[in-house]
């Protein structure tokens, strides 16, 4: 998932995000899920599962997030 937010100086030259960072990013993560789920309005945070699959599984509720360290880029061609 993308989740903006982070600057430059977070990150280090070959592209892994600075331990501080992961930490803030992951505190704010973890405060907006407890926010989301207390919410008698918004009800329990679920990860719904790939149409098709044989059985189809239920949702799965999200318990946790984690932070990958290593940052990636997401380009677009620029079409003509």
């Known amino acids: 998932m993308y989740w903006p937010g982070l600057v430059e100086s977070e990150v280090d030259g ?3 995000i ?3 960072a992961i930490t803030r990013v992951t505190t704010l993560l ?3 899920k407890a926010t989301f789920t207390s919410s008698p309005q918004l009800g329990q ?3 719904f599962h ?3 699959a044989t059985p189809a599984p239920g949702p799965s509720s999200i318990t946790q997030f984690s932070v990958s360290p290593i940052l990636a ?3 677009r061609r620029l079409r003509k």
């Open 14 to 16: 070959v592209g892994t």
């Open 18 to 20: 600075l331990a501080s």
């Open 73 to 75: 880029t997401q380009r």
């Open 30 to 32: 973890n405060s907006w």
């Open 45 to 47: 945070a679920v990860l």
């Open 50 to 52: 790939e149409e098709g």
